[in-house]
């Protein structure tokens, strides 16, 4: 009987405890990172960036909630929400409530398709099999039928209303300080929203800094920063592969991004030129997938100092 029997009981039992830590602990288990990014020009005094992403928030969340807002305590300089506020229709007031220390600082947003759309239920084995055929959101996929919209325009507006840059295609500068930063945004590459050529041309050379911001790190997007000139991208979305191996890493990036680069800090380099990049592996998940391992959620405080040389 225990030979027969031993080796599955134990590898349920390990499973079961496995999902239990991911679903029940590391899930509510927020972190704040820092890191510390040699990218402004000679001379200039260093700047304390927040970068938030993929909220995900759902009704009743309120250890998260209370979580970002605590993180005014900070006092960055400036805030970039880098999109996916949202699983959950109704959730506009507590995302709104939940940043409303935040948006007492100067910041800006992009949106993700999760802004745009409620999430549906999926098999996690489907992101395997995309992986494998080079299809990702509406990059290779049909469009979803019978999607939910959210109310997105009330998110928009609550953040418009707070001061809060919409870089939603489009450029725009904010002031921390007395220093000006100058930021170019894209709509989600993930749902083919991206409408670069609207914002190429690079830094106008007027803004003491500059930056871009997407939330989908899709290569095209990363390319096109990079190839006119900005010095770091913020992005989002990946969940940092967000059911990740101990020793190994991510399995998945959700978008053509290679996963060693599916969360945190590295570089970006088209046409002759290289960008650093920063992606968020964002505080939230999936209302259907409300699972992490190896990957807990997080809000990252980038401290921008110059560079070297």
Not at 14 to 25: E, I, N, P
Not at 225 to 232: M, Q, R, V, W
Not at 245 to 262: E, H, I, K, Q, S
Not at 279 to 301: D, I, K, N
Request: hydrophobic share 35%; aromatic share 8%; with cysteine.
């Amino acid at each position: 009987m225990r030979a027969r029997y031993g080796v599955p009981l134990g590898i349920t039992a390990v499973a079961a405890a496995g999902l239990l830590y991911s679903a029940g602990f590391e899930t509510r288990s927020f972190r704040l990172r820092r890191i510390t990014v040699p990218v402004l020009p000679r001379g200039m005094r260093p700047l304390r960036v927040l970068h938030v992403s993929d909220i995900h928030m759902v009704g009743g969340q309120r250890k998260k909630q209370r979580w970002l807002r605590s993180l005014a305590g900070l006092r960055p300089d400036f805030v970039i929400n880098t999109g996916d506020n949202l699983s959950d229709p109704e959730g506009v007031p507590e995302v709104l409530d939940a940043l409303g220390p935040l948006m007492e600082f100067p910041g800006a947003y992009v949106f993700g398709s999760n802004d745009y759309y409620g999430p549906t239920l999926r098999n996690p084995a489907r992101y395997l099999f995309e992986k494998a055929q080079g299809r990702y959101g509406l990059n290779g996929n049909p469009p979803a039928v019978g999607v939910v919209h959210n109310p997105w325009e009330n998110l928009r507006d609550g953040f418009d209303a707070a001061g809060w840059l919409n870089l939603t295609n489009t450029r725009g500068v904010l002031k921390a300080d007395g220093t000006t930063i100058e930021l170019t945004g894209v709509d989600d590459p993930h749902i083919k929203r991206d409408r670069y050529t609207q914002v190429a041309g690079g830094p106008s050379g007027t803004a003491d800094f500059s930056m871009g911001v997407v939330h989908a790190p899709y290569l095209r997007s990363l390319d096109s920063f990079t190839a006119d000139g900005y010095p770091l991208i913020l992005a989002g979305h990946t969940h940092g592969g967000q059911l990740c191996l101990p020793f190994y890493g991510a399995f998945v990036t959700n978008c053509d991004l290679d996963t060693d680069r599916v969360k945190g800090l590295s570089t970006h380099t088209a046409e002759g030129r290289t960008a650093r990049l920063h992606v968020s592996a964002g505080c939230g998940t999936s209302r259907y997938t409300p699972v992490r391992f190896a990957c807990p959620p997080e809000a990252t405080l980038l401290t921008l100092v110059p560079r070297e040389s």
